[in-house]
């Protein structure tokens, strides 16, 4: 609590609504939400299918824009961003089924990001090597294509781009989905050692109820709603 009153959010969500809508419905996805999120910590959002979870996500990652109320990063309200800078700099996703490039190498997708960052291949290539020691993966893995790793390395490939991209807030949706439960409990412990060693912002959207007993706040969203956590399940 105490922090809160010192720091201000990284991100904070206002009166936050999203209705997607059609000539001839319309469907209120996420209503009112209000919450800010602190550098330096982990967050896990919960609920069932349907619930709002991968439009606040995408809100929050300025792929869209509210319908009502307003995402602001660093007090900035994202109408107010270039968006396509947004997403680029401020904001990187990691997805359950990695979404790794499969015809570049590991290295060739961590150096991705830097290059259009404007480095060139030479620095690139130096700086991601850096990333990719920093998620634990041996240098074994960069010249392999993503078809060539396993799914926890392919996850710790998705995360060192999501790094080399300069984002400071990390949203996850689902990360350990598609991972046994050793593999995603290590994904899930990498994530908070980037956020409380290296103070990066981390929102984990998951059905995955143990990830609510490590993060340092939990949520859950409701017909559209973010609520604080009621009870233990999601389904
Ligand atoms: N492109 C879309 N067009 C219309 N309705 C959508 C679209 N995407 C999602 N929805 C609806 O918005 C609500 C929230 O969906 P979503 O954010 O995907 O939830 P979750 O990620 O929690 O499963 C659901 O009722 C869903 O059917
Ligand atoms: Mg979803």
Known sequence: MEQKTLTKPILRLDRVCYQYRNKYQSVDAVKTASAEFFEGKTYAIIGKSGSGKSTLLSLIAGLALPTDGQVLYRGVPTDDFDLDKYRRNNVAVVYQSF?????????ENVCFPLELLGKTPKEAAVIAREYIAHVNLP??????????ISGGEKQRVAIARALASGAKIILADEPTGNLDVANGEKIVQLLSDLAHEDNYTVIIVTHDMSITQVVDEVMQMSDGYLL?????SCE
């Not at 240098?139 to 060539?148: C, D, I």
């Not at 604080?228 to 233990?232: F, K, S």
Request: aromatic letters at 12%; charged letters at 15%; a neutral charge.
């Open 99 to 107: 979404n790794l490039f499969p015809l570049m190498t590991c290295l």
């Open 139 to 148: 240098e074994t893995v960069w010249r392999r294509f993503p078809n060539m």
């Open 228 to 232: 604080p956590l009621v009870g233990e």
